[in-house]
């Protein structure tokens, strides 16, 4: 299951039932959980946690040090999740003093030469795309779908069950379940497609909906917007996160297409 050509650290830790193909580095402070992929090339780097039944395609880095000159040798840790699927030349880099880790967590599908920056956070279940960046801790939440060649700017985070157009560049947070696209980037819909595909009833895309009549069509400002949703919406599980969202949105929300 291990290929002699490759090179793994006596300080290594690797679990059960891995195969590691020809010409892997794998560095010391590693810890690699079982049933894991590594295919050949892919160089797994200090500080890297890798949890169980992984796919790392050829040419994948993780644990790399941080692209951030305030980096001073830290020690923090790049930590991936269960059943991911990393594609060929995707990047994770370890986190930095701000926050201490990177994580990629459960069932994701990191598609050819992503790039996930220093204290990022992906959720579960997410899928992003050839080429798209993401910046130094950004969140992405669960669910979303992220398509090819998208540019996240650092801080931004993404809320859960939405969907991103390619090539996108985006310097907002993008709140949950909404379609966004365009130039600059913009609300655009819901992602009603998405969302009937992970369950959501039509009751609830329709409070969905009206929440973000208020947001974006209303004319109203954020404040007024949210007020007018707390009066008039019942407080379900959706639409409280669509509120503490927008609330705690450091960036600022994107805006309406115009």
């Known amino acids: 299951m291990i290929s002699p050509l490759a090179y793994i650290d006596p300080e290594a830790s690797i679990g059960a039932n891995v195969e590691i193909g020809p010409f892997v580095f794998i560095d010391k402070n590693v810890v690699i959980g079982d049933n894991n992929l590594i295919m050949p090339g892919a160089k797994i780097l200090y500080g890297s946690r890798i949890g169980n039944n992984n796919q790392i395609f050829p040419g994948a880095v993780i644990g790399a040090i941080p692209q951030d000159l305030k980096f001073k040798g830290e020690e923090t840790t ?3 999740g269960n059943d991911n699927i990393i594609r060929e030349n995707v990047t994770i880099n370890r986190g930095t003093a701000a926050k201490g880790r990177t994580i990629v967590g459960n069932y994701n599908l990191l598609m050819e030469a992503v790039h996930v920056a220093h204290d990022a956070m ?4 997410c899928i992003i795309s050839n080429a798209t960046k993401l910046a130094g801790e950004v969140i992405i939440d669960d669910y979303t779908i992220m398509s090819a060649a998208v540019l996240l700017h650092q801080f931004c985070r993404v809320g859960g069950y939405g969907m991103i157009q390619g090539g996108t560049r985006c310097t907002k947070d993008i709140p949950p379940y909404i ?19 992970r369950g959501f009833d039509n009751k609830t895309i329709d409070e969905i909906h009206q929440a973000y ?12 917007a949210i007020k007018q949703i707390e009066d008039n919406l019942p407080a379900t599980p959706e639409i409280t996160y669509i509120l503490n969202f927008i609330k705690s949105s450091q960036r600022g929300i994107i805006p309406a297409g115009k």
């Not at 913009?186 to 992602?191: A, D, E, K, S, T």
């Open 179 to 197: 379609l966004v696209g365009r130039e600059p980037a913009c609300y655009v819909g819901l992602n009603l497609v998405g969302l009937r595909r």
């Open 122 to 125: 992906v959720g579960n279940h």
């Open 78 to 80: 790049a930590e991936i």
């Open 213 to 224: 009549r208020y947001i974006y069509q209303s004319g109203l400002s954020v404040p007024s």
